[in-house]
């Protein structure tokens, strides 16, 4: 996703000489291709994320269109007054590039964890919150960001992600819509994956197949604002909805659905997948703590079954 991002700035950067990109002194061996390009529309500006926050509002606020990376907790956690004040508060259209959504960052330990950051972001009135399932969808988000008059908070994985989305079905793509990857019309089960784990969502699906389970998988790229309308009609065609998240249990995209559930009184089986309401103290790898709290493929499709 990283590189998608980097290769979409810079073709959004030839177009339009006011883009510009931000950085907390994070970044090397990735945003390259942008600095060679365009130094005098770069600038790292050290490990000072409040301060850069506080830059990219005053560049906006003179026409300009900024973009800014960091590592999520840095960039969310560590500035959310800036964000909040700067940002929300005035309605400035700054563009907020999270990289290592969930435990992506999973070596480094709780500090570097962005499991708590859908609940934050979102809580935050008149911002955007994204998180694209694959590089085709961060392109998208990315082409859509430039055109918003509010700021933007998106979420991304690292790199080597896959293409979970055709060229046929990006093409359905519209923000704040669940978007249906799998291709199906007919459905069973639904199958809501937010950012990362749109590819386990797949996995998921295609175990289910070999079960003769009917099933569709869409990604939550937007979950803010969202289609309420769009939603309910997907709820409203399954007989189980199954949520997988890479996010504590509160506050999340599940706690969403459950309400909406409960606002327009509708009778469905919802299945909610993250992780527990506590810090994660394991380190290892994703896969490695995605096992051991229940995200893995085997533990999903089981959980799945025994409740159809």
Do not use: W
């Not at 009184?265 to 051991?292: A, C, E, T, Y």
């Not at 533990?299 to 799945?304: C, N, Q, V």
Request: charged share 25%; aromatic share 8%.
């Amino acid at each position: 996703m990283r590189k998608a991002f980097v290769r979409k700035l810079v073709e959004l950067a030839e177009k339009d000489k006011d883009v510009f990109l931000l950085t907390g002194d994070m970044g090397f061996s990735v945003l390259e291709s942008f600095i060679e390009k365009f130094p005098d529309r770069y600038l790292n500006c050290g490990v000072a994320e409040q301060n850069m926050i506080g830059m990219a509002c005053g560049l906006t606020l003179k026409n300009k269109k900024v973009f800014v990376y960091s590592i999520i907790p840095f960039v969310t956690y560590r500035v959310l007054e800036q964000i909040r004040n700067d940002l929300c508060y005035q309605r400035v259209p700054v563009k907020i590039i999270g990289v290592g959504s969930g435990i992506l960052y999973g070596t480094a330990g709780c500090t570097h964890h962005a499991i708590e950051d859908i609940g934050v972001m979102t809580s935050l009135p008149d911002i955007y919150v994204f998180s694209p399932g694959d590089p085709l969808e961060v392109e998208k988000i990315l082409d859509e960001s430039v055109k918003l008059e509010l700021p933007c908070y998106i979420r991304l994985n690292k790199a080597g992600d896959p293409l979970i989305n055709t060229e046929k079905t990006i093409q359905d793509f519209k923000i704040s819509e669940p978007l249906n990857v799998s291709g199906r019309d007919k459905s069973g089960v639904n199958i809501f994956a937010i950012g990362s784990m749109l590819p386990v969502g797949l996995e998921v699906l295609k175990d289910l197949e070999k079960e003769n389970i009917a099933a569709r998988l869409y990604s939550i790229h937007t979950l803010k604002p969202i289609n309420e309308e769009a939603v309910v009609k997907i709820l409203e065609q399954g007989i189980l909805t199954v949520i997988l998240e890479e996010h504590i249990s509160r506050n999340n995209f599940a706690q969403f659905i459950s309400s909406l559930l409960v606002q327009r009184r509708m009778n469905k089986k919802l299945l909610s997948l993250s992780l527990p309401d506590q810090f994660i103290h394991d380190v290892g790898s994703q896969d490695f703590i995605r096992g051991k709290y229940g995200l893995d493929k085997n533990t999903i499709t089981e959980k799945i079954k025994s409740l159809i």
